[in-house]
T-cell receptor
Framework: DQQVKQNSPSLSVQEGRISILNCDYT??????FLWYKKYPAEGPTFLIS?????DKNEDGRFTVFLNKSAKHLSLHIVPSQPGDSAVYFC???????????FGTGTSLTVIP | GAGVSQSPRYKVAKRGQDVALRCDPI?????LFWYQQALGQGPEFLTY????????KSGLPSDRFFAERPEGSVSTLKIQRTQQEDSAVYLC????????????FGPGTRLTVT
């Protein structure tokens, strides 16, 4: 049973516009969330994280928003650049503090 | 290089063969994780080590899967009597501490069982 869901398998955005990637989770005990970016033939690389005590975390062009009541988080990339084209995974830290639960990924294409 | 490395990068095994996948974490990283990523899916947790201790192996899909990290650095994931459903990318990640610490992933080993 998928505890972290990314319902959009793909997204295309014009360069310079905002990219919004969404993620939903089912377990209300999750309290730490991360976004990873993955290029083909490489492992995922950490992008940004957020703890449940916050509802927003910003790092340069990347902002993550957390809505705990809706069990929803989103990653905003603005302005989007062609180099942002990759698969983006959201992940949540489980109750034990050992396991990260990943979504199925959203493939972002930024069109020049 | 300072990153996580994995070998081999690609492995083709005949059904029933045993395979061993190696992970070299970042030096000094306490935690090491193995994940299995099937095609079109996100990484799924297999097992977790803190130094040489395997603290969580709840994600290992069967007793054909075995992982070790005897000296608290290099880790090996062994799959015995491989089956076609074992075909996936196996990712290793390490982190400086446990839990909330950022995980650094290796490039993965793509295993194909024919």
């Amino acid at each position: 049973d998928q505890q972290v869901k990314q319902n959009s398998p793909s997204l295309s955005v014009q360069e310079g516009r905002i990219s919004i990637l969404n993620c939903d989770y089912t377990n209300s005990m999750f309290d730490y969330f991360l976004w990873y970016k993955k290029y083909p033939a490489e492992g995922p690389t950490f992008l940004i994280s957020i703890s449940s005590i916050k509802d927003k975390n910003e790092d340069g062009r990347f902002t993550v928003f957390l809505n705990k009541s809706a069990k929803h988080l989103s990653l905003h990339i603005v302005p989007s650049q062609p180099g942002d084209s990759a698969v983006y995974f959201c992940a949540a830290l489980g109750d034990t503090g050992n396991q990260f639960y990943f979504g199925t990924g959203t493939s972002l294409t930024v069109i020049p | 290089g300072a990153g996580v490395s994995q070998s081999p990068r690609y492995k083709v095994a005949k059904r029933g063969q045993d395979v061993a996948l190696r992970c070299d974490p970042i030096s000094g990283h306490v935690s090491l994780f193995w994940y299995q990523q099937a095609l079109g899916q996100g990484p799924e947790f297999l097992t977790y080590f803190q130094n040489e201790a395997q603290l969580d192996k709840s994600g290992l899909p069967s007793d054909r899967f075995f992982a070790e990290r005897p000296e608290g650095s290099v880790s090996t994931l062994k799959i015995q009597r491989t089956q076609q459903e074992d075909s996936a990318v196996y990712l290793c990640a390490s982190s400086l501490n446990r839990g909330l610490s950022e995980q650094y992933f290796g490039p993965g080993t793509r295993l194909t069982v024919t």
